[in-house]
């Protein structure tokens, strides 16, 4: 099992640009998560997928959007990217959503705006 | 509110001194996680605790959760070069999200 796919991995973009991240599990888990992470703030949830069919906000939805396309994969889409999306960007997943459960991670993509 | 504050930010210790890393919340957990992030990888779940009191311990890893369930931490006996990384608890704030504290960076004089 590859666990939870990231693609790209690393990716340089000029403000405006657009691009989609894409991330996939192979562990047939119900929950998929995407965060970011920049120096000293730590893991931030920008949006998360209880479900196969269903999308909720987290703490810093601004400027993403998301789509669970099935219930392997959940991308995270900049429509316009801005300098201050420069980040870490991770992808998790959890077996059934439920509190409590441990996150599995994807192994990051980087993006740098400028 | 829900967040959790995790202290100290970054830590610098000599091989073979300790280590600890504490998470605070003004509310009650239901539960904590601490996760592992090594430099340039991404985190890793070590542990979850759950009863007020709890101590768990993996090696030279000791984990703790208060009495109150308002505080956990994690304590490195005996500090090794591979103990590197950032340290993250967490707490799930629904039953779908998980909020993270800051982390707790930690690094190593040979």
């Known amino acids: 099992n590859a666990g939870v796919t990231q693609t790209p991995k690393f990716q340089v973009l000029k403000t405006g640009q657009s691009m989609t991240l894409q991330c996939a599990q192979d562990?047939?888990?119900?929950?998929m998560y995407w965060y970011r992470q920049d120096p000293g703030m730590g893991l931030r949830l920008i949006y998360y997928?209880?479900?196969?069919?269903?999308?909720d906000k987290g703490e810093v939805p601004n400027g993403y959007n998301v789509s669970r396309l099935n219930k392997r994969e959940f991308s995270l889409r900049l429509e316009s990217a801005a300098p201050s999306q420069t980040s870490v960007y991770f992808c998790?997943?959890?077996?059934?959503?439920?509190?409590?459960?441990?996150?599995?991670f994807g192994p990051g993509t980087r993006l740098l705006v400028l | 509110g829900q967040q959790v504050m995790q202290i100290p930010q970054y830590q610098h210790v000599q091989e073979g001194e300790d280590f600890t890393t504490y998470c605070n919340s003004s509310t009650t957990l239901s539960n904590i996680q601490w996760y592992k992030q090594r430099p340039g990888g991404h985190p890793v779940f070590l542990i979850q605790l759950v009863k007020s009191g709890e101590v768990k311990k993996q090696k030279r890893l000791t984990f703790q959760f208060g009495e109150a369930k308002k505080n956990s931490s994690l304590h490195i006996t005996a500090t090794q070069t591979t103990d590197v990384g950032t340290y993250f608890c967490?707490?799930?704030?629904?039953?779908?999200?998980?909020?993270f504290g800051s982390g707790t960076r930690l690094s190593i004089r040979p």
């Open positions: 562990m047939n888990h119900n929950s």
């Open positions: 998790a997943s959890t077996l059934g959503g439920g509190s409590g459960e441990t996150q599995y």
């Open positions: 967490g707490r799930y704030s629904s039953a779908s999200k998980i909020i």
């Open positions: 997928s209880a479900s196969e069919g269903t999308t």
